[in-house]
C-alpha cells in the first residue's frame, strides 16, 4: 500500500482527498518507481481545484512532475535504484502523476538525475524550470545575444518566470522583470532583474507597433501583455511563448512579423522531445544558480497540497512549491 493524493468527482465537483492505494491500480509502464518528491504547478492548481479541465478521467491522481528511485524495470536503460526525473508527457493530466508514493511510468518519459543534481534541486526547477530552459534556447536559436537589448521576462514572480530571470542574467542579458506584485522587487532582483515592469503597463492596450525596446520576450501570460510584447520588440528580435496564465486571447495584427521581423516561437515542455530534454536539463544543472533555490522554494508536505492548489490559481504563490512524498 501506498499514499496517494487522489482527485475524483462528486455531482460535478472536484474532491481531493488523501488515500492508501495498492500498486495493482497503478496504469501500465514498464518502470515502477519510488517517488521523493514532487512538485505543485499552476496547471495542478486548476486540475486539484477543479478549476480548469485538466484531468480526462476520474479518479486521478495529480502532479505533473516528480523525482524518485527506480524499484523495478522491464527497460534496460533504467536499472533499479536509478534516480530519474519526470515531466511531461501527460503525467498528472492523462495518466497518473506524482503525487503518490509509487508511480508506474513509460520508459520513454523518463530523464535520468543529471549528475551532482539532488532530488529536491530537481523538483525545484521541474517542469517549470524546465520550460525556461526551453524558451532560453529557443531565444538562442534564434540568434538573440545580449548586445542586441534587454530580455522581458513576463510572470516574473512565477515558477517560469523566476527561472527565466536567472538563466537569462546568468547568461549576461539585462533582464526586465514583468508582475503585478511590486513587493517582489527584491527577490527578482536578487534573481538578477535589472528593472521591474508594471503588469497594468504590460497590460495596456497597445498599437500594431510600439516603441521597439526587447531584443527578445519570454512570455508566461498571452492576452493583451504578449499582444504588447510583439509589438515593442525590435527589428529581428524573438518572442518565446509559453503560458496563458492571463489569457489564451493573443489581439495582436501581423505588423511586428511583417514589418519587423519579428519571430513567435511556441515553446512546448510536455511533448519536448527525449534529446531536447535531456539538453535542456543538463543546461539547468549547468547554469541556474542553485544557490538562489531558497529564495525560489518552499516545501510542503502532501497533506497542505489542496491548500496551496487553491493559493496558486489565485496568484498568490511565489517561486517553486515542493511536494514531499516520502515519509
Known sequence: MFKALVLDQVEGKTTAEIKQLDEEVLPAGEVLIDVGYSSLNYKDGLAITGKGPIISKFPAIPGIDLVGKVISSEDPRFAPGTQVVVTGWGVGERHWGGMAARARMKADWLVPLPDGMSPQTAMAIGTAGLTAMLCVLALEEAGVKPEQGPILV??????????????????????????????????????????????????????????????????????????????????????????????????????????????????????????????????????????????????????????????????????????????
Open 154 to 327: 513576463t510572470g516574473a514572480s512565477g515558477g517560469v518566470g523566476s527561472v527565466a530571470v536567472n538563466l537569462l542574467a546568468h547568461r549576461g542579458f539585462e533582464v526586465v522583470a514583468g508582475t503585478g506584485r511590486s513587493e517582489e522587487e527584491p527577490y527578482l532582483r536578487k534573481l538578477g532583474a535589472h528593472s521591474i515592469r508594471s503588469r497594468d503597463e504590460m497590460a495596456a492596450a497597445s498599437r500594431p507597433l510600439e516603441k521597439q525596446r526587447w531584443a527578445g520576450v519570454v512570455d508566461t501570460v498571452g492576452g493583451t501583455v504578449l499582444a504588447r510584447a510583439l509589438a515593442e520588440t525590435i527589428y529581428g528580435g524573438a518572442v518565446a511563448a509559453c503560458g496563458l496564465a492571463g489569457s489564451a486571447d493573443l489581439p495582436t495584427t501581423v505588423m511586428p512579423f511583417i514589418l519587423r521581423n519579428v519571430r513567435l516561437q511556441g515553446v512546448d515542455s510536455v511533448s519536448c522531445p527525449p534529446d531536447l530534454r535531456t539538453q535542456a536539463w543538463n543546461r539547468l544543472q549547468q547554469e541556474l544558480d542553485t544557490s538562489l533555490l531558497s529564495d525560489l522554494v518552499q516545501e510542503i508536505a502532501l497533506e497542505q497540497v489542496p491548500e496551496y492548489a487553491e493559493r496558486i490559481v489565485q496568484g498568490k504563490v511565489r517561486g517553486r512549491t515542493l511536494v514531499r512524498i516520502a515519509e
